[in-house]
């Protein structure tokens, strides 16, 4: 039996080093033609240049008495690897899918909240 529309299929193609990258953050904005940017980061804590110690007589490593940079402490990193650049159009259709992509999870967490309380209410213990 013949279907009654036409159908297409996307076949999805892997560079052989894909990998995924954790992110938990984006900055960007809307470029000079108006196509939105967004550069994607991971904060963290910086890492030293350096870090110089005391040395005790004994030759046991002391406390820290240098850090390079010196602001090493009073600062984050925001270590970005990879970005895109979207069309408005784009932009506007990867919104819908991240909409119901949350509604999704959304859904799950509340089913699972309930079947945990459903649980507890019969006193059985949930990992």
Known sequence: MPKSSKEITFKYIFNYDYNPEYVNGA???VSP????I???YLERAPLPESVSHE???????GAEATVEPEDL???LVRYI????VLSPQTARELHVWLGEKIG???AMEKARAEFI???????????
């Open 33 to 36: 033609r108006g196509e939105l």
């Open 73 to 75: 402490h009073s600062s």
């Open 27 to 29: 900055h960007g904005g």
């Open 104 to 106: 999704e999870l959304d």
């Open 81 to 84: 690897n990879t970005g895109v």
């Open 117 to 127: 309380n459903a649980q507890m209410d019969q006193g059985k213990k949930v990992n």
């Open 38 to 40: 967004m550069n994607f």
């Open 55 to 61: 040395i005790y007589q004994n030759g046991t490593i």
